[in-house]
């Protein structure tokens, strides 16, 4: 299955490690260091420029993305209900 995580945005959700809230995540120090090395090795896909709201840490990106994590979860658990 997939993962619609904004604009035209999906990923397999297999794939997806965690969904993490920017605003509550980013307070710690080790959080924003590993968000600040993973775009030094370009590893981190921007969904679009607006506020960010939620990373999303697959086996090999981070998508940094407009959706707030209780619609990312909310999509997770349509996609395992249908």
């Given at each position: 299955?997939?993962?619609?995580?904004?604009?035209?945005?999906?990923?397999?959700?297999?794939?997806?490690?965690?969904?993490?809230?920017?605003?509550?995540?980013?307070?710690?120090?080790?959080?924003r260091?590993?968000?600040?090395?993973?775009?030094?090795?370009?590893?981190?896909?921007?969904?679009?420029?607006?506020?960010?709201?939620?990373?999303?840490?697959?086996d090999?990106?981070?998508?940094?993305?407009?959706?707030?994590?209780?619609t990312?979860?909310?999509?997770?658990?349509?996609?395992?209900?249908?």
């Amino acid at each position: 299955m997939y993962l619609h995580i904004g604009e035209d945005t999906v990923i397999k959700d297999k794939d997806v490690i965690g969904i993490f809230d920017m605003d509550t995540s980013t307070v710690n120090k080790a959080t924003r260091d590993y968000l600040s090395k993973a775009e030094k090795e370009k590893r981190v896909i921007y969904v679009n420029y607006e506020l960010p709201k939620s990373f999303i840490v697959t086996d090999n990106k981070i998508y940094i993305g407009p959706l707030n994590t209780g619609t990312l979860l909310k999509r997770t658990r349509q996609e395992f209900t249908l």
